[in-house]
């Protein structure tokens, strides 16, 4: 009996340390915060760390580590971040630029993400399957009555069968109206799976906020969260569109590759009636045009008949009330002071210098859509002046956080939830407005204000974040430090074009702040994160001056590498977005019978080889080496006549920075410029200037992305001791997974650091 007890309380002890063991690891387990700032600039950092400016920087980098941090090659925010979250080079993730070729065609397409579509429901049978599914339940409830009237089984039967048939053939037509055969789709473009996703898997819970080319928002297991960020569109399908109204009749959109949308303004004071330029009406317009071209082009049709078949069914859909894009009227009516605005059922009044609460737009499609998922927006006014002429701004619209065609948060109602829980939220993935103050409108202070509002509810996301308590690994960036690098870099530099000293003060200051501001978001994410957590602070890439610009395709032309056979068409980043509306033809004056090579998106160079191209001219092998030698020799030694410098550092061949990369997508050559140097907005798509080298005059002043990587190098704070003097942004993945104890799914191209 003794040693039956005795056994038990050994037992029993053992029991009890285990629990508690268990306990101990469950307390300890690991957690890991990553907050990221795009685009914040190590010597910057050191700057204002040697002034004493940013004391939470200071004390983290004391505790742990402080390093520049390698990014990718090319060093482009899409490209960083997605090796960031895969541990892949670029050419595995098959993110290497904001722009890629479409495969076997010169059309550019934006790299993030491709648009398509997809069926609802039944599809082309949603009319026909829904009446069917009415007229049954019509013709059951007819039998069930007359059989109660005493009618026969049979009569009944027949009733019931002719009524059922009757409200399915009457209803099916008007049903299929109602609900879209298909609705819009997107494909995330990147390769390779995020740490994040692996830490999910393993049943850790996990929020992601605002990583860049997470669009759509993947589905992620249950407890876990995300709000997707780069790639994420407004409402018209584009990177943002502002909208600038003015009664100003001789105001010009200024030189700017994002667009600005102008809205003209017949009067400047009492009653003016406008327009909220809304989404295209893709589900009941678009698509609907491209079945039926497809069926045309089947059945053999000619161009002709296909044209006269396309232009009455527009005009079929029009008596419809089916509209290519959905606008909504808007009401101003203005005074000498003040300026009320009506639209979509709200009302307001600004004054000179006012911003508007967010504004919620509801673009009607038809009663049910309505009812059952609206498609919503928002937006927020700024009346920036009444005179000498009205000018009126209205932020690009965002999708609604209870709007989702396309997941931008997972699960889907978390956008939703989250705006109950702090209010709303910019959900547009290029969340701060670069493109009015270049074009023209609004200024440096309507690009600040739009810069601080957007950090705010930017910083009660995280916050809310950290409240929950229940996240393992916690991953959120801010993009404010990069856009502040973009629009006020001109004033840091005395060599800049547009250098003035009068101003200089105060943009210095507003960069001044920006650092301010990321240094108290560190603090404040740091002692919410714990004293047990992993704690990681990083950026993309850093900056440098954009003073002169490189024309590579008019190189390319004048020495004999590009032929022309007209006029080639320029268009902005942003019509890339409407290229299924309008059509994309930015290369239709280059001679491809005579070009070897051709230049596209931020630094990128193709060559024209026979077998990969349409219209290929050089053959693989002996000729593609030497048309590639001669590339790289030629514009390496090419000088800049005015300041006598050789603006490419080097020209990479794709074997040189990548592994594991298809060839048909990954372009042939990658020219790294010198500092001050950046590839030309002509070349971004496929443009010829006059001369190869141009000044720099525009505010978008500060860039990185055609640069040689080790010139514009990230930054790393870690609360942890780095074991190498060299860390990279490929690194960063491998190290968490390294402190999770997690195996990534595919061999990684990075290391563990820490």
Known sequence: MRRASLRWCVVLAVAIGLAAGAAGWAAVKPKVVVIGFDGADPNLVNYYLQQGKLPRVAAIAQEGAFSPLMPTNPPQTPVSWSTFATGLNPGRTEIFDFLQ?????????????????????????????????????????????????GVRWLLALAGGVIAAAGLTLGLARPLGALLPAEIPAATNNRQGTPFWTLAAKAGMKVKVTHVPVTFPAEELPAGSQMISGLGVPDMRGRVGTPSYYTSDPQFQLGDNQFSLEPMRLPAKRGAIESSVIGPFNYPFHQYVLDREREKWAKEGLSSADRKEKEKELVSALEARGVVKRIDLPLKLDVTDSALAWEVSGQKGTLKPGEWSDWVVFDFPLNWLVDRLQPLRGMGRFRLIRLEPEIELYLSPINFHPSCHPVAYSWPPDWAKQLSGDIGLFKTIGWTIDTWSYPSGVGGIDLFLEDMWFTVDASTKI????????????????????????????????????????????????????????????????????????LFVVLSDHGFSSFRRQINYNTWLYKNGYLALKGQTRTRSLEQLFDKDVSGVDVFSGIDWSRTKAWAMGLGSVYINLVGREPQGIVMPGQEYEEVVKALQEGLQNEVDPVTGENPVYKVYRRDEIYKGYDPNKIPDLRPANRLNYRVSWQDTLGGLATEVFENNDRVWSGDHCSLEPSFV??????????????????????????????????????????
């Open 101 to 149: 070729r479409r495969e076997g065609q010169y059309v550019p397409d934006l790299a993030l993400a491709t648009p398509g579509k997809k069926p609802l429901l039944w599809g082309e049978r949603n009319g026909l399957l829904l009446s069917g599914l009415a007229g049954l339940a019509v013709g059951l409830v007819l039998l069930f009555v007359l059989r109660l009237l």
């Open 462 to 533: 995280l916050e809310q974040s950290f409240a929950q308590n229940d996240a393992e690994v916690l991953v959120h960036i801010f993009d404010f430090t990069d856009r502040a690098g973009h629009m006020l870099w001109h004033e840091l530099d005395e060599g800049h074009p547009l250098y003035d000293p009068e101003l200089a003060p105060k943009y210095r200051a507003a960069m001044e702040a920006t650092y301010r501001r990321m240094d108290e978001l560190i603090g404040r994410a740091h002692d919410l994160a714990g004293e047990d957590a």
């Open 713 to 754: 190098r990230g930054i790393l704070i870690v609360n942890r001791k780095l074991k190498v003097d060299d860390p990279r942004i490929i690194d960063v993945a491998p190290s968490i997974l390294g402190t999770l104890d997690l195996k990534p799914d595919a061999e990684l191209d990075g290391r563990v650091i820490w």
